[in-house]
């Protein structure tokens, strides 16, 4: 297993980023391995964030010299979506099957999580949040079809979009760790506009679903002072609480948005209208 250790960041130094430094700090470029779970570990609310492709073997979560633990799970929780082929994740003993965009909550204290794909030809990719944890719960497989589903916008202003809740409080008993998946539909291409922030937790953003040559901008940033990423497929990106996240692609694309931190109320955000941003 492979795990970087990303640093806290602040907006006082963020406002003196060039690009380089800014996507350092900021950008995932690469976030799943190939028959080997590779992982970043960030101190902002110290989400670790990743993902595994299995290609013919199993693949083993194991613990990181970072953690000081036995198990990777001994004081956390980890919440994985597939968005590759169908796969499984053997979690202790017990298998689940996961197909595309399903979703698997694995608690605290878990001891064996194992990844593995159906085919080798046409694998999985499980995409990974964890967080601290401060109690232990169930592990939990949300399909996609059990998610709360929102649909929200329109394809006037270019944002019609289904927002799928999998882990939030309504559906499955968390510590901290929220996570879903939206789609935009073709001719939509802005998610998150107008935009907020909320100072109470963080977030991951994976955009994927997208072309070759196709890309999104992400805005970040205090509303007074934003800057973008420009993301290509399958790439994910830090977002601190103090800054906003919104995005705009060259055609439609869909995202998995994790978050964790303070709360888990989805109405807790501070919004911002576009004519105070700058």
């Known amino acids: 297993m492979k795990m970087e250790i990303r640093d806290y960041s602040s907006m006082e130094d963020y406002a003196h980023y060039d690009t380089a430094r800014f996507r350092k700090e900021y950008l995932i ?5 190939h028959n080997e779970v590779k992982l970043v570990y960030s101190y902002i609310d ?4 990743g993902g595994v492709i299995p290609e ?3 693949v083993v979560l ?4 970072e953690l000081r633990a036995e198990h990777f799970l001994d004081r956390r929780e980890l919440g994985i979506i597939n968005i590759g082929e169908e796969g499984s994740v053997k979690v202790d003993g017990t298998t ?3 197909k595309r965009f399903d979703c698997l909550y ?15 030809q046409k694998p999985a990719k499980f995409y990974l949040n964890s967080c601290p944890a401060h109690a232990k719960y169930p592990t939990v497989l949300i399909p996609l079809e059990k998610a709360d589903h929102r649909h929200l916008g329109s394809r006037a202003t270019c944002n019609e979009r289904t927002i799928n809740r999998l882990l939030i409080p309504s559906t499955v008993k968390t510590c901290q760790l929220t996570m879903g998946l939206t789609h935009l539909e073709e001719g939509s291409d802005w998610n998150t506009m107008p935009c907020h922030t909320h100072d109470r937790r963080m977030e991951v953003y994976l955009y994927f679903d997208m072309g070759e040559n196709d890309i999104v901008f992400h805005m970040m940033g205090p509303a007074k002072e934003t800057r973008h990423l420009v993301i ?7 977002s601190p609480s103090w800054s906003i996240h919104s995005g705009v692609g060259t055609k439609n694309y869909t995202f998995i948005w994790g978050m964790c931190g303070e709360n888990q109320d989805f109405d807790d ?3 911002i209208d576009p004519k105070d941003l700058r």
Do not use: C
């Open 269 to 271: 955000m501070d919004n």
């Open 56 to 58: 013919g073997k199993e």
């Open 96 to 98: 689940y099957i996961l």
């Open 106 to 120: 694995v608690g605290r204290e878990t001891k064996e999580v194992i990844f593995a794909s159906k085919d080798a």
């Open 62 to 65: 194991s613990s990181a010299p």
């Open 46 to 49: 110290r989400i670790i964030v």
């Open 232 to 238: 290509h497929n399958e790439q994910a990106v830090i």
């Open 29 to 33: 470029e690469s976030p799943f391995g």
